[in-house]
């Protein structure tokens, strides 16, 4: 998990900036550098509009180094991403990055285990691609509720969900690649599991495979979801890293504004999630211990 040693400021065009249903959006951006030097889990901070101060972390979904691109998948929240969402094609701006640290492979031997929610699909994508290239197994479980699920799905023919749910409904990108994905929701839905995603990782161990014992997990999504399958990686003794998708302020290690409780020790102490992570182990994160919000550069969010 090296964090990146030199930040480079990109001047970088948009290319495509895409609905993918409610307040989804993929915006792909021309930027070579990065779409080079970027690993699974590191992120861009990405001035959304001059008015505002901060510029806004994003991780990113998909890097192709022969094009160019680099990919974000967005939920339209507040004034940054509000401003993203009027982008045309060959709307120019700037980046940082990239940025923190990234997901580290497997131990040889390991399947790869990942569990997403909502945009917290992004950087995990990114993730499953590249493990995929290297011929390391990888489970995919995505919770979205969005009602339009923003990217193409058919019916699976195996794998994972078939175990869990009836007809299941798979990532078609992910199966032609041969990677194995099952999704979830908490609305009843043809071909998702019914429950929440970590209830789903919880399920899909149960029924075995062989997937539990030897697999690395890594997590991204909302907090709640993210302390619910920390919990069930000490049930099933599953080791792992997450990406911290919490409030930053400056991304840069300055300010002090994302900081994270992790344990030290006996005790524990705040790190900085820009710098030494967004990645970190998942085991180490305290999730019973306030994070902090943005408010060491600025205390207000919405600059
Ligand atoms: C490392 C990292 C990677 C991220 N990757 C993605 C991604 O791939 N896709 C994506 O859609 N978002 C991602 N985010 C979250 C994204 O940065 C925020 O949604 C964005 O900054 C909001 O900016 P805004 O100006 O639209 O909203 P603001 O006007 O700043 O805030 C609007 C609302 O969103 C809330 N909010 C702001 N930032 C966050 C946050 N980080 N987490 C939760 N709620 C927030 C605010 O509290 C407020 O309620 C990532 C965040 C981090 C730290
Ligand atoms: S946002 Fe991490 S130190 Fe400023």
New binding site residues.
């Given amino acids: 998990m090296n964090v990146s040693s030199t930040v480079q400021r990109v001047c970088v065009r948009v290319l495509e900036n895409r609905v993918l249903g409610g307040h989804l959006r993929s915006l792909v951006l021309e930027a070579p550098e990065v779409a080079r030097r970027v690993l699974p889990g590191q992120f861009i901070q990405l001035d959304c509009h001059p008015s505002l101060t901060l510029l806004r972390p994003f991780s990113i979904m998909n890097a192709d180094p022969e094009r160019g691109t680099v990919e974000i998948f967005y939920q339209v929240v507040g004034m940054g991403t509000k401003a993203m969402a009027t982008w045309s094609k060959d709307h120019e701006t700037w980046i940082l990055g990239p940025l923190g640290s990234h997901f580290t492979a497997p131990a040889p031997g390991e399947m790869a285990l990942l569990v997403a929610g909502g945009v917290g699909l992004a950087p995990l994508r990114f993730l499953a691609h590249r493990l995929q290239m290297q011929q390391i197994p990888v489970t995919l479980l995505w919770g979205i509720e969005a009602e339009k699920i923003p990217f193409a799905t058919v019916p699976a023919f195996g794998g994972v969900g078939v175990d869990v749910v009836e007809n299941p409904l798979v990532l078609a990108q992910e199966a032609a690649m041969g990677i194995v994905t099952c999704l979830a929701s908490v609305q009843k839905r043809e071909g998702f599991f019914h429950g929440f995603v970590s209830d789903l990782m919880d399920r899909v161990l149960e029924v075995g495979t062989g997937l539990g014992v030897r697999s690395r997990l890594y997590v991204c999504g909302p907090t709640a979801m993210m302390a619910a399958v920390a919990g069930l990686a000490q049930k099933w003794a599953l080791r792992g890293e997450v990406s911290l998708e919490g409030h ?12 994270v409780p992790v344990t030290q020790g006996d005790g524990w102490r705040y790190v ?4 030494e992570g967004p990645v970190l182990p998942l085991d180490q994160v305290l999730w019973d211990v306030p994070m902090v919000h ?1 408010g ?2 600025s205390t207000k969010r919405g600059t």
Avoid: E, Y
């Fill in positions: 930053m302020a400056c991304g840069l290690g300055g300010c002090a504004g994302c900081a900085r999630s820009c710098t943005a060491g550069c």
